[in-house]
Nanobody, 125 residues
Framework: QVQLVESGGGLVQAGASLRLSCAAS????????MGWFRQAPGKEREFVAS????????FYADSVKGRFTISRDNAKKTVYLQMNSLKPEDTAVYYC??????????????????WGQGTQVTVSS
């Protein structure tokens, strides 16, 4: 079993920055590829970013490329999402997810085995 706990969400104005954290416990964190997803009201959960086990490779949705940065600290069992230049359309509940069966992090939410409870990010215009 793996437990994932997100933190760092909040209410900010457009153009501001936030850093989300996802702390893991349970299985060996460094064996998991990690992803961030988000879900806005009335919309499906969508891929935001992902990172390989070592952290060397990262992947982003086009909508956040150049503004968001995913990183991980395997010693701290934590994955981060640095969000800059936030826009109102970034408003959503943000979830982190873990997948232990792949080396390339998938972009489909269905591929991930473990999920956190989510943290709300609200960006006002």
């Amino acid at each position: 079993q793996v437990q994932l706990v997100e933190s760092g969400g909040g209410l900010v104005q457009a153009g501001a920055s936030l850093r989300l954290s996802c702390a893991a416990s349970g299985r060996i964190f460094s064996n998991a590829v990690m992803g961030w997803f988000r879900q806005a009201p009335g919309k499906e959960r969508e891929f935001v970013a992902s990172i390989t086990r070592s952290g060397i490779s990262t992947f982003y949705a086009d909508s956040v490329k150049g503004r968001f940065t995913i990183s991980r600290d395997n010693a701290k069992k934590t994955v981060y999402l640095q969000m800059n230049s936030l826009k109102p359309e970034d408003t959503a509940v943000y979830y982190c997810a873990a997948d232990f069966s792949r080396t390339i992090p998938p972009t489909s939410s269905r591929a991930y085995d473990y999920w956190g409870q989510g943290t709300q990010v609200t960006v006002s215009s």
